[in-house]
């Protein structure tokens, strides 16, 4: 029995307006309808577009929704520095799933402040971490629609989830609009298959 208060923990980390919050709600009513207990916090919830948002999404949790740090088992970042800034709350052996494509504040657009280049980011963050890095936007392009990079991190996810990839699926189709479910699908499919 391990004392890990829960079975998963996922810290997804973003910018408003990237869908931060729709890949946590897809992966925790996933879970609910899997049967598993969900407890589930969205902090800094700045849904701005711009503002830095993370979600802690405990699968299989009785306990409290904020996962401590070091506590979770991964973390799904929606850009670069967003992984940079939550890598506090994830264990020694978790795991780093990140989107290269940047996102510029303000303060780095009127040149007030520098952005690191992504390879330095994903070189920092390799030196203490697995890391699974590429570029989600492209790749949800590439499905038919940008909008659908929080879709292709949630299917790089599934590979590590203790949640069935149809399960997944279907949250999916049932929570995107309509018209984009074929496109969500492929940009999920192409997700998953950037996890070796």
């Not at 923990?9 to 408003?16: E, K, M, N, P, Y």
């Not at 405990?58 to 991964?74: H, Q, Y």
């Not at 963050?125 to 879709?151: C, D, P, W, Y």
């Not at 496109?183 to 997700?191: D, P, R, S, W, Y």
Request: aromatic share 4%.
């Amino acid at each position: 029995m391990s004392s890990k208060a829960s079975e998963f923990d996922l810290v997804i980390s973003g910018v408003g307006g990237q869908g931060t919050i729709l890949a946590s709600d897809i992966i925790g009513r996933s879970a609910v309808l899997e049967g598993k207990g969900v407890r589930a916090a969205e902090t800094h919830g700045m849904a701005q577009r711009g503002g830095s948002v993370v979600n802690h999404v405990r699968i299989g949790c009785e306990l409290g929704s904020m996962i401590p740090l070091k506590g979770a088992d991964c973390l799904l970042a929606l850009e670069p520095v967003e992984a940079l800034r939550y890598i506090e709350y994830l264990a020694d052996d978790g795991v780093i799933i990140m989107n290269t494509e940047s996102v510029y504040p303000v303060t780095v657009t009127t040149g007030k402040a520098t952005y690191p280049s992504v390879d330095s980011i994903v070189e920092k963050l390799k030196e203490t971490h697995r890391v699974i890095a590429f570029n989600a936007s492209e790749k949800a392009a590439e499905a038919g629609s940008r909008q659908a990079m929080n879709v292709v991190l949630v299917g790089a996810v599934s590979n590590f989830l203790p949640i069935k990839t149809e399960t997944l699926l279907d949250r999916v189709k049932e929570m995107v609009p309509p018209k984009t479910i074929d496109t969500n699908v492929k940009a999920f499919e192409m997700g998953r298959s950037m996890v070796e």
